[in-house]
């Protein structure tokens, strides 16, 4: 079996699984946020119990509208509060975690081997701690409060193997760019994806987190990565409690295995509207910028700032171009005011904002007009996803979007460098 | 099960941020969505949906967001079934759970035209083309899926297992 199926297997109280078999798991954690948190917390009410299954392993993180933009987001965050009080439920509010993909592992809510659901389509991005992770509703997150439990249908799988090193300025943001612009948007729809290789095995857990992080975006049920000393390393000082480290049999069974080399790779692009028109930037021509946004559950975290520091240290965001950047969770803003990042932020003339989802969905801070185009790190450039429906969002490496912000058009990150020296 | 509705049409990949924009994510009345149902693509949707229709979608329908407010929008302003060549995992299971047909038909989108009235039967798994008397296969739905939607939605089916317990 690979590592989806011994989780699932696990979960099930099963000795083997298939792809295609229905298994009824047990759910390990559940996390919902305050937009998927309040419709989660009335279906748990007209169900008719009072007590969820296990308050130990339901987590609810403030993200989206945060700090309340509306009277209507302050009364869903004072809904969740309440709920989370009266059920003794872990809640992160406003200015205690951030969002909450970068919180439910850095605050040790992720264990390798289990499995987690959270209602929110990144959920998938735990898969990089070596846990089953996948996206659900409300609806169904209510269930899980009640019961503890989830039907899945165990997932074929697809396994990408990585080799090579990335040349400097092409990140795994790049990597996953790449990918999904050859599998295409529903190309993995309903499957697993487990990535492997050399270039994986030396990846930051950041990287990792990237990758599994926008699988969904080809339509995937979950990402994984086994566990190893990256991992250990991470979880050090995180969690307390032994885990079990799942891997793949050697003889493990894939629908397909996708052999890729970073070694060649480029910055890459995700051009409207959809997140597998992918280009290499240098390919797109002129692309003139009106936001450049620096953060998201995808590349919000202190390994994207640095980057993004380093290409802007020193110089002056571009006349017209409107630069945010924000740290994906409290402890990623503190470490890199430590370091010094948000000074060379701030002296280039962008705007840091507090830990939260900040433009990435629209519906808070950063929102577009017509006509007005952004480049983002976050990982989805739908129509509207930003604003105006008559806007456009490309997506790229932090590395691209610190680049573009300080040219005001989509840049590729080594012509700033190349200038520089 | 069986419902009937008349068709309007969309392509491949349907998102949940043009069915249901981020912007409007902190209403909770299911009614108050309805009217912002496939704003993204179409602002006279939700008016024209109000008589009963059938939505058909190309490929991996819903994809994106797994904000379950999209399906609450698309079932409340009067949708009756979403017939697609295939659908996002996420949107497919949050519409099963709040009562809302879905079933994926491969062939739908290139043998419908807008307009055209049709016919899903769930237990004998067709879809039939009344206005251009076609008969179309559906992926069968297995029975607790099934059970779910013909009781309204996965808490109403919860409720009556307790009950049972």
């Known amino acids: 079996m690979n590592i989806t199926e011994k989780i699932l297997a696990k979960a099930s109280n099963k000795k083997a699984l298939r792809p295609g078999d229905i298994v009824d798991a047990n759910v390990d954690m559940v996390m919902v946020h305050d937009l998927t948190g309040p419709l989660a917390v009335e279906a748990f009410k007209r169900i008719g119990i009072s007590r969820v299954w296990d308050n130990k392993k339901i987590v609810i993180i403030l993200d989206h509208q945060v700090p309340a933009e509306s009277v209507k987001a302050a009364e869903l965050h004072k809904m969740l509060r309440g709920f989370a009080k009266e059920q003794n439920i872990r809640f992160y509010d406003v200015g205690r975690g951030g969002v909450c993909h970068q919180v439910m592992p850095e605050k040790g809510h992720v264990i390798p081997g289990t499995v987690m659901v959270g209602a929110d389509s ?66 993995a729809t309903y499957k697993a994806t487990e990535f492997a290789g050399s270039t994986i095995r030396g990846m930051s857990m950041a990287g990792r987190m990237t990758l599994c992080n926008m699988t969904v975006e080809m339509g995937a049920k979950n990402g994984i990565i086994e566990p190893d000393e990256i991992t250990r390393k991470f979880l050090e000082g995180r969690i307390n409690k032994p885990y079990e480290a799942f891997n793949s049999d050697i003889n493990a069974e894939y629908e397909k295995v996708h052999e890729i080399n970073v070694s060649d790779l480029q910055p890459m692009v995700a051009c409207p509207s959809s997140v597998d028109n992918v280009k290499p930037v240098s390919e797109i021509g002129n692309v003139p910028i009106e936001q450049a946004f620096i953060g998201s559950c995808t590349n919000g975290r202190l390994e994207d700032l640095r980057l993004a520091a380093k290409v802007m240290k020193g110089k002056i965001v571009r006349d017209g171009v409107r630069a945010l950047v924000i740290p994906a969770s409290q402890e990623v803003y503190s470490q890199a005011v430590d370091e010094g990042l948000m000074e060379i932020f701030t ?13 990435c969905l629209g519906g808070h801070i950063g929102l577009l007009a017509a006509g007005e185009t952004c480049v983002s790190t976050s990982n989805r450039n739908f129509i509207g996803r930003m604003g105006s429906t008559q806007a456009n969002v490309y997506l790229a490496s932090p590395a691209t979007v610190a680049a573009s912000a300080l040219t005001g058009r989509i840049t590729d990150p080594r012509e700033v460098e190349t200038k520089k020296a | 099960m069986k419902v009937s509705g008349t068709v309007v049409k969309f392509g491949n990949n349907v998102d949940t941020d043009v069915i249901l924009p981020g912007k409007y994510l902190v209403l909770i009345s299911p009614m108050d969505l309805a009217k912002h149902a496939l704003e993204g693509l179409d602002h006279t949707f939700a008016e024209n949906a109000k008589k009963g229709v059938i939505v058909v979608g190309g490929k991996n329908f819903g994809c994106g967001s797994s ?6 929008a698309l079932k409340y302003s009067g949708v009756k079934c979403v017939v697609a060549e295939s659908f996002a995992r996420i949107f497919f299971r949050n519409a099963i759970n709040i009562g809302l047909p879905v079933v994926e038909c491969p062939g739908i989108s290139t043998t419908v035209e807008n307009g055209d009235k049709l016919t899903v039967d769930f237990d004998m798994g067709e879809v039939q083309n009344t206005s251009k008397n076609r ?4 992926t069968k739905l297995p029975a607790f899926i099934l059970e779910i939607l013909s009781d309204g939605g996965l808490i109403e089916n919860l409720q009556k297992k307790m009950k049972k317990e």
Request: charged share 20%.
């Open chain 1, 122 to 187: 990144h959920s998938c991005t735990y898969g990089a701690l070596g846990a089953f992770a996948t996206g659900i509703g409300s609806t169904e997150a209510a269930a899980v409060f009640a019961t503890g439990k989830i039907w899945l249908k165990v997932p074929k799988t697809l396994k990408v193997n990585i080799e090579g090193e990335f040349k400097p300025y092409v990140t795994p943001k790049d990597l996953i760019l790449s990918i999904i612009g050859k599998i295409g948007a529903d190309g």
């Open chain 1, 347 to 359: 002296d280039a003339g962008a705007l840091v904002c507090g830990s939260a989802c900040g433009p």
């Open chain 2, 67 to 72: 904000r379950e407010q999209a399906p609450l």
């Open chain 2, 135 to 138: 008969m179309l296969e559906v």
